[in-house]
Nanobody, 123 residues
Framework: QVQLIESGGGLVQTGGSMRLSCTASGRTFDSLTLAWFRQAPGTEREVVAA????????YYANSVKGRFTISRDKAQNTVYLEMNSLKPVDTAVYYC????????????????WGQGTQVTVSS
């Protein structure tokens, strides 16, 4: 059974950058679609970015396009979320998730989740 462990969250000022990491233990990321979700207090969990295995494609929410980048390091069995030009609205708990098959935008389709890491962007 694979486990996902996130790291890299914290406090950053508006306009700053931060990189989140998600490392798998128990198996490799091969054949899995990986995604980053986020959830702010009182809101639903939403997809931020996803990296597909089958087509080697990626997806970004409109709100983060051009600012966030998802990438995989197969040797390190790690997926990253590089976040630039951060805004206060990006403040949330960020979760790494994995699923089989292609990219999916809804959290219900993801069966493996990390514990989450808090990202706070101060104004």
């Amino acid at each position: 059974q694979v486990q996902l462990i996130e790291s890299g969250g914290g406090l950053v000022q508006t306009g700053g950058s931060m990189r989140l990491s998600c490392t798998a233990s128990g198996r490799t990321f091969d054949s899995l679609t990986l995604a980053w979700f986020r959830q702010a207090p009182g809101t639903e969990r939403e997809v931020v970015a996803a990296s597909g295995w089958i087509r080697d494609d990626s997806y970004y929410a409109n709100s983060v396009k051009g600012r966030f980048t998802i990438s995989r390091d197969k040797a390190q069995n790690t997926v990253y979320l590089e976040m630039n030009s951060l805004k206060p609205v990006d403040t949330a708990v960020y979760y790494c998730a994995a699923t089989r098959g292609g990219i999916k935008n809804f959290p219900n389709y993801y069966t493996i989740w990390g514990q989450g890491t808090q990202v706070t962007v101060s104004s």
